[in-house]
């Protein structure tokens, strides 16, 4: 994943505005920005849906100028596990590619979370521990707090913070972390979690069957991701072509 000059895809992420991705803090904190770089990070792949043949996507790869790690974020216990990535360039949007919206900052409650139908998407690893080449999609119910408690420990998800995880009927694979949860409303699509973690299968790299996947709200980081766009909004795009150029996607 942190090899130089090789491609290979390993996390995902979620465009939320023309220069700004983004995903779960653990996928890219071996490339938080540190200081002044002419080199690129990472690079991130808009609008592809096949992993394998991405000629047949059309898709565009924007390369990563800043990778910005929540300040509060734990290693260990996964809270806050959220990061924004900055682009050198703007992305072109069209029919195909569009920013999700944020989840408003002040609708940081889960009550109404019991019935509500989300989608998740992701290129996790299948059964044969191989990515999957087709870009899948779900969509299942969101899970009430109780079943989310008997999956992962009601202790567990207390020391990460109220209503810090939404819970989803949906076993997403190895590999989709930092990967979407998707909610509609009033036809316009907004980011509700990002993928933080999943049950131990004792499987590798393979998925849970008939389990819940943990999503970190993203309602409360909003503020945070919108002073984040604030504050890199005047990036050079000056970039050295050549730097570490793994993906995500």
Not at 155 to 184: D, Q
Request: aromatic residues 8%; charged residues 20%.
């Amino acid at each position: 994943m942190d090899l130089p000059n090789q491609e290979h895809y390993f996390c995902g992420g979620t465009l939320v505005g023309d220069r700004t991705v983004l995903t779960a803090a653990h996928c890219v904190i071996g490339y938080r920005t540190t200081q002044s770089t002419s080199k690129p990070l990472l690079t991130v792949h808009v609008g592809e849906y096949e992993l394998y043949n991405p000629t047949r996507s059309n898709g565009t790869k924007y390369h990563v100028a800043a990778v910005v790690i929540h300040p509060e974020y734990n290693v260990k216990s996964l809270t806050n596990d959220v990061a924004v990535l900055q682009l050198v360039k703007r992305v072109e949007f069209n029919g195909v590619v569009q920013p999700a919206c944020l989840w408003p900052a002040n609708d940081t409650s889960l009550d109404d979370i019991p019935g509500t139908v989300a989608t998740a998407v992701g290129w996790g690893r299948d059964v044969n521990e191989r990515f999957s080449n087709v870009l899948t999609e779900r969509t299942h119910p969101l899970a009430l707090k109780k079943e989310c408690e008997k999956q992962f420990g009601a202790s567990f998800l207390r020391s990460m913070g109220e209503n810090s995880i939404i819970c989803a009927k949906t076993s997403v694979c190895a590999g989709s972390g930092g990967s979407g949860l998707y909610v509609e409303s009033n036809g316009r699509m907004f980011l509700r979690g990002l993928v933080t973690f999943g049950p131990k299968t004792g499987n590798g790299h393979r998925c849970g069957v008939n389990t819940l996947t943990a999503f970190a709200n993203i309602a409360l980081y909003t503020s945070w991701i919108q002073q984040q766009q604030e504050d890199n909004s005047t990036l050079e795009a000056d970039y050295e072509i050549g730097g570490q150029s793994s993906e995500v996607d």
